[in-house]
T-cell receptor
């Protein structure tokens, strides 16, 4: 039973570029949440997807957008990259139907460096 | 908005000593969750507490949820080098499903 997978593992971009990160949830999970973890901080909620729609959004600008596909996998897109976007991007999956509220399983993350 | 605070920010202990990290929420929580993140790794779910005053144990780890469901603690007995990492508490937002994380407590164990 595969856990949460993310790709790529590492990425280097320059300011102004655009990036797409990918996530496949744990088998049986239908909900994907994205978090940004800056160095030395706790994960910060970006948004959550369920049934291919954005259900909830944190305090992130519109440069951050996402998508969920019918197979529950998800993408995170960031446009016009800033130096401050350098962080570990974590995908977390859960089940709204069967899971206890809030319990989430994290993938290994994508480390993004913006130069 | 909801805030979750953790103390201490950092603790360095001698192997075999005990360790405790404390978590406080600005709002009452439906549940509290604890995660461990090893250096260079990602957060790994440890446990979830739901009931007021609940205490759960996992080997040398003891987790406690306060009576008011606004605070929690994680206590490690006789630390080992494998306990090294950052311990985060997190609670779901009052309305919605997003998790609000504390800033974490970094544990270093000296052998």
């Amino acid at each position: 039973d595969a856990g949460v997978t993310q790709s790529p593992t590492h990425l280097i971009k320059t300011r102004g570029q655009q990036v797409t990160l990918r996530c496949s949830p744990k088998s049986g999970h239908d909900t994907v949440s994205w978090y940004q973890q800056a160095l030395g901080q706790g994960p910060q909620f970006i948004f959550q997807y369920y049934e291919e729609e954005e259900r909830q959004r944190g305090n992130f600008p519109d440069r951050f957008s996402g998508h969920q596909f019918p197979n529950y996998s998800s993408e995170l897109n960031v446009n016009a990259l800033l130096l401050g976007d350098s962080a570990l991007y974590l995908c977390a999956s859960s089940s709204l139907v069967t899971g206890t509220r809030g319990t989430q399983y994290f993938g290994p993350g994508t480390r993004l460096l913006v130069l | 908005g909801q805030q979750v605070m953790q103390i201490p920010q950092y603790q360095h202990v001698q192997e075999g000593e005990d360790f405790t990290t404390y978590c406080n929420s600005s709002t009452t929580l439906s549940n509290i969750q604890w995660y461990k993140q090893r250096p260079g790794g990602h957060p790994v779910f440890l446990i979830q507490l739901v009931k007021s005053g609940e205490v759960k144990k996992q080997k040398r780890l003891t987790f406690q949820f306060g009576e008011a469901k606004k605070n929690s603690s994680l206590h490690i007995t006789a630390t080992q080098t494998t306990d090294v990492g950052t311990y985060f508490c997190a609670g779901p937002e009052e309305y919605g499903n997003k998790l609000v994380f504390g800033a974490g407590t970094i544990l270093r164990v000296k052998s």
